[in-house]
Antibody
Framework: EVQLVQSGAEVRKPGESLKISCKGS????????IGWVRQMPGKGPEWMGI????????RYSPSFQGQVTISADKSISTVFLQWSSLKASDTAMYYC???????????WGQGTLVTVSS | QSALTQPRSVSESPGQSVTISCTGT?????????VSWYQQLPGEAPKLIIY???KRPSGVPDRFSGSKSGNTASLTISGLQADDEADYYC??????????FGTGTKVTVL
């Protein structure tokens, strides 16, 4: 069974850094792209970017380029999403998801809620 | 990279059909036959129900169907059931392994 297990909820202050994770299991981790999707409260999902854990090839949506960093550690079957300086507007649920084809994802993590508040 | 446009809500009685539209541009929906649809129940992650415009993943009932014409894709739910009540999002490929989601449609079963 394909599983993506994300790290737990986080609360940070504006300006702080943060790195959340997504661990894959039940499939060949290095041969599927993993994407990150933001969903702000009451809003629709937004593509942030995607990484190929096999060689760490990474692509970003223009709206998120330079705002976040996506990385992977294939030795532990884990991809990461990090911020160097959080803003209140980064408050959202963040999902990782396995790419199936094109921009279609077929398996999702359970989500990580990030709250940024002073 | 603007969100695809969906109606905010649709509603219909059990057993009836609803169709949700998803309008993009000639750079996304109109350019690629890679439109997918997701169902999201409250407090849960989205679930894939249609991919490549009209294909259904294993386990998704054939009451769910997809189509596309020009820059607009559509999801039809036939034989509406109470547990179809959810938010539905379309997503189109934009190239470079990146996609764009729709604004979302809340389906209410009357």
């Amino acid at each position: 069974e394909v599983q993506l297990v994300q790290s737990g909820a986080e609360v940070r202050k504006p300006g702080e850094s943060l790195k959340i994770s997504c661990k894959g299991s039940g499939y060949s981790f290095t041969t599927y792209w993993i994407g990150w999707v933001r969903q702000m409260p009451g809003k629709g999902p937004e593509w942030m970017g995607i990484i190929y854990p096999g060689d760490s090839d990474t692509r970003y949506s223009p709206s998120f380029q330079g705002q976040v960093t996506i990385s992977a550690d294939k030795s532990i079957s884990t991809v990461f999403l990090q911020w160097s300086s959080l803003k209140a507007s980064d408050t959202a649920m963040y999902y990782c998801a396995r790419r199936f084809t094109a921009a279609t994802v077929d398996s999702w993590g359970q989500g990580t809620l990030v709250t940024v508040s002073s | 990279q603007s969100a695809l446009t969906q109606p905010r809500s649709v509603s219909e009685s059990p057993g009836q059909s609803v169709t949700i539209s998803c309008t993009g541009t000639s750079s996304d929906v109109g350019h690629y036959n890679y439109v997918s649809w997701y169902q999201q129940l409250p407090g849960e992650a989205p679930k894939l129900i249609i991919y490549d415009v009209s294909k259904r993943p294993s386990g998704v009932p054939d009451r769910f169907s997809g189509s596309k014409s020009g820059n607009t894709a559509s999801l039809t739910i036939s034989g509406l059931q109470a547990d179809d009540e959810a938010d539905y999002y379309c997503c189109s490929y934009e190239g470079n392994y990146i996609g764009v989601f729709g604004t979302g449609t809340k389906v209410t079963v009357l």
